[in-house]
């Protein structure tokens, strides 16, 4: 526990980032770290850097060959303090406010220079409450009491959430049903939105925060529009070439289903007012996803990734 696993074709020079990555959580806001990292991973990689990891257990595999893994997990830091040694830059997901200062402390003792955090759009919603309840704000006031330099992403839900089984319940059980029957059974089909980000465009924004100064001391809205449900279940249907049924379910149903597959009401509430809130403001939200500075499409240099693309990519989850 804690070892760093030394890469002989790890590059030789370019600064160290250090990404940490935990289990899928289905907890409101909580993104695919393992997703996330590995493409993060390899676009660090592609532009010269050299990346350390550090994964709790069950996702230590499938990182390219250069990258230093340790095993471990950022909410127990004290158990893998060397791997901060050296390191320019952190990306932090997966962080947990009772763990966190032990993690900055050790951070800012190794010289580490900046944190970017995969945060989440809880924080707009705590602030209204006492600080004792908060997460999200938690861990990014956190952060930018550190001393350190930092950038705050959050997120809109990923597009290979339901690949990796973190929130949002939307469509975590398709790959299944899918496969089995051709069918999908959810709330809320043509009614609900979502907004959804491919995970290589939310670790693009990554790589721009980790090397870029001009997003120090900001918050970057790594959102992409809302896409209907009924239009998600068409992409994929697309991509694997065959028909695939869907079923309207009652709101209280979807519940029922999700819960069977492990979702906590927490997650399942923040879905299912998702879906419904986008559907009812679609307009509106879709105006100020596309208002936002600045945009993701400005801070990568090129258009975004469609969910046509992502389905393509991942057909062989549904077949």
Not at 26 to 54: E, F, N
Request: hydrophobic residues 40%.
């Amino acid at each position: 526990m804690g070892e760093i696993k030394r890469i002989k074709s790890a590059p030789e020079s370019g600064e160290l980032r250090l990404l940490t990555v935990v289990s899928a959580r289905k907890d409101a806001g909580s993104s695919p770290t393992g997703i996330v990292g590995r493409s993060l991973a390899r676009q660090l990689l592609a532009v010269g850097d050299r990346v350390r990891v550090i994964a709790e257990s069950d996702q230590l595999a499938d990182w390219p060959d250069a990258v230093e893994l340790v095993e471990g997990s950022i909410t127990r830091p004290g158990e893998c303090a060397e791997a901060f040694n050296g390191v320019d830059g952190i990306f932090l997901a997966g962080a947990q406010p009772a763990s966190v200062q032990d993690a900055l402390g050790l951070a800012l003792a190794a010289g580490v220079r900046r944190i970017v955090v995969l945060s989440s759009h809880g924080p707009e919603y705590e602030e209204s409450y006492p600080p004792e309840t908060w997460f999200w704000l938690a861990i990014e006031k956190a952060v930018e009491r550190s001393g350190m330099e930092w950038t705050h992403i959050r997120p809109s839900a990923v597009m290979g959430s339901i690949i990796e089984g973190s929130y949002p319940a939307t469509g975590s059980d398709w790959p299944d049903t899918i496969r089995r029957e051709l069918v999908v059974r959810e709330a809320f089909l043509d009614e609900g939105h979502y907004p959804f980000i491919h995970e290589d465009d939310l670790a693009a924004v990554a790589v721009s925060a980790l090397r870029d100064d001009e997003y120090v001391g900001g918050i970057i809205e790594a959102v992409g529009l809302p896409l209907s449900t009924r239009s998600r279940v068409r992409s994929i249907a697309k991509a694997i070439g065959r028909d695939i049924d869907a079923v309207e379910l009652t709101p209280s149903d979807s519940r029922t289903n999700w819960r069977r597959r492990g979702w906590p009401d927490s997650g399942i509430d923040v879905t299912l007012y998702a879906l419904e809130e986008y559907g009812a403001q679609l307009a509106e939200l879709t105006q100020w996803t596309l208002e936002q500075r600045p945009s993701v499409q400005e801070i990568i240099g090129r258009p975004l990734r469609t969910y046509d693309d992502w389905a393509i990519e991942n057909a062989d989850r549904f077949r």
